[in-house]
């Protein structure tokens, strides 16, 4: 098992940036395929980026792409979300995932480990 805890959430305006962080402790982390969603008051839990366990692929939603960056330190065990450009819709809980198992890179079902989320803000 990984346990998980997000970090770097706040509130930022519009066009500004964030960076956020999660660490991972337990079993070895370069198993593990990472990913970050996020969750707005009254919506689904949205694919925001994920990462491939060497760190070598990233994938991204339209919504995201061009804006935001995932990256991992396998040595430091912990997986970052630098997020630029800003948007209020950006606004919701960012999500730290773990997939161990195969699986879709873009689908929350298919990732069995979560953080407990930190709370990002953009005002307009």
């Known amino acids: 098992q990984v346990q998980l805890v997000e970090s770097g959430g706040g509130l930022v305006q519009a066009g500004g940036s964030l960076r956020l962080s999660c660490v991972a402790s337990g079993r070895a982390f370069s198993s593990y395929v990472m990913g970050w969603f996020r969750q707005a008051p009254g919506k689904e839990r949205e694919f925001v980026a994920a990462?491939?366990?060497?760190?070598?692929?990233?994938y991204y939603p339209d919504s995201t792409k061009g804006r935001f960056t995932i990256s991992r330190d396998n040595a430091k065990a912990t997986v970052y979300l630098q997020m630029n450009s800003l948007k209020p819709e950006d606004t919701a809980i960012y999500y730290c995932?773990?997939?161990?198992?195969?699986?879709?890179?873009?689908?929350?079902?298919?990732?069995?480990?979560w953080g407990q989320g930190t709370q990002v803000t953009v005002s307009s």
């Open positions: 995932a773990a997939r161990y198992l195969s699986g879709s890179y873009y689908e929350a079902d298919d990732y069995a480990y």
């Open positions: 990462i491939s366990r060497g760190g070598e692929d990233t």
